[in-house]
């Protein structure tokens, strides 16, 4: 995989510095009588990348009946620049073509952030199942076979771009996730950037002890959204400058419940979950909300809260001064010795802080 990301990368740049392939672009086809105005917002725009010019005005024509917007292109090369401009619904792609064929093209838009969630469709020769492996391979959503059956061709581009949509809700609610976690962190001035440095922390911190990409990011946004849930807290406890009594305590508490209720609908929140519940358990199990005990106490939890407790020992609060990082250190190196964290995975973040410095750079 990094191979071929790194293959694609300066091909990526090559195109959008490139001034020799000139943007072919259609007018933009569009059939007012449309059958496709049940889709609630715009019209729905259409990418078709095909070298021969009879087959792609045939899916032109067949989609601009179907109402959509439909833009055109001869190439990988201008697909990719289209795509970038344009930012199409769905993309029917046709394999073969010259320089830069059709796979080349969907593993690039599938690699990037921003346009992996476009669906693509290859236009494929009947039965032939090698192209359409190879397809599935680079993340191509479906497959279509010439000639065009102008049902079925309606029919795979409508549910594909429904689906798009859903996808794109989600990503929405993500964001509005982050919105929230955002705005709870800016009601408690106390806590400055924590939540930023966080998630730099997370992903150095995280690469350092060779987690998975999913992991890492899952550790990154558990930065952002692990005390979500202090949006249930009143500012009475939140914001309170001396200390609680055991009923706050109590209250204060629930926000681990609390925002894992928030994010437990979303499916991609699944590996921030236990984050978000498990961030302040201890190794000996006096911590909360379960009274986990050692490896009960999922792995992500317990990186997380090392770099959580780390973070808040070396920043000012109104309770106490920064430490500097051999303070912060020799705390957490205490409180391990009274059995509140994992030995081992202490002494990995002591040699984390000490040996590198990257985790010092501020977050980008
Ligand atoms: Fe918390």
Known sequence: ??????????????????????????????????????????????????????????????????????????????????VIQKQPDLILLDVMMPEMDGYQVCELLKQNEHTRLIPVIFITALNDRRSRIRGIETGADDFLTKPFDRVELAARVKSLITQKRLNEDLDHAEQVLFSIARAIESRDPNTGNHCERLVHLGKTFGEHLNLTRNQIRDLMWGGFLHDIGKVGIPDAVLLKKGKFTAEEWD???????IGEKICQPLRSMRGVIPIIRHHHERWDGSGYPDGLIKDDIPYLAQVFQVIDIFDALINER???????????????????????????????FIEFICCFKDWQLSPS
Do not use: C
């Not at 032109?60 to 289209?82: F, H, N, P, R």
């Open 318 to 348: 109104p309770y106490k001064r920064a430490f500097t990082p051999e303070e912060a250190l020799a705390v957490m190196v205490d409180e391990t010795a009274k059995g509140w964290r994992n030995p081992k995975l202490m002494q990995q």
């Open 1 to 82: 995989m990094m191979q071929q990301q790194t293959q694609i990368a300066p091909l990526l740049t090559n195109i959008l510095v490139s001034e020799t392939h000139d943007l072919f672009v259609s007018k933009t086809v569009q059939n007012q009588g449309s059958t496709v105005n049940s889709f609630d917002s715009d019209v729905p725009r259409i990418l078709v990348v095909d070298d021969h010019a009879a087959s792609r005005m045939t899916a032109v024509a067949l989609l601009a009946m179907e109402g959509y917007q439909v833009i055109e292109a001869d190439s990988g090369y201008t697909a990719i620049k289209l």
């Open 251 to 257: 209250i204060m508490k629930q926000h681990v419940l």
